[in-house]
């Protein structure tokens, strides 16, 4: 069983950066995606940011393009997102998820990090 541990929330002002880390462990991992989402209090959960393992694809959903950078170390099966220049409406719960195939439900997801945006 895999299991993804996320670290690196907190509450930062606006303007401001905050790197969030994703670390897998358990059985040999070798997701074919891996991603960021998030929750918003009241909202549904969205995409943020995905990269494929291996060949290292990106996506961004359009409010975080520029913004935010999605990174994996695959020596420490950890994955990562920058997130530079936050503003208030950035601020959810923020979950990592792994998939093992390349379309469809993510398999594992992390518990989820806080990130509070000050105005």
């Known amino acids: 069983q895999v299991q993804l541990v996320e670290s690196g929330g907190g509450l930062v002002q606006a303007g401001g950066s905050l790197r969030l880390s994703c670390a897998a462990s358990?059985?040999?991992?070798?997701?074919?995606?891996m991603a960021w989402n998030r929750q918003a209090p009241g909202k549904e959960r969205e995409a943020v940011a995905r990269?494929?393992?291996?060949?290292?694809?990106?996506y961004y959903v359009d409010s975080v393009r520029g913004r935010f950078t999605i990174s994996r170390d695959m020596a420490e099966n950890t994955v990562y997102l920058q997130m530079n220049s936050l503003k208030p409406e950035d601020t959810a719960v923020y979950y990592c998820?792994?998939?093992?195939?390349?379309?469809?439900?993510?398999?594992?997801w992390g518990q989820g990090t806080q990130v509070t945006v000050s105005s």
């Open positions: 358990g059985r040999t991992f070798r997701p074919y995606v």
């Open positions: 998820a792994a998939r093992d195939s390349r379309y469809g439900p993510y398999d594992y």
């Open positions: 990269i494929v393992w291996n060949d290292g694809p990106t």
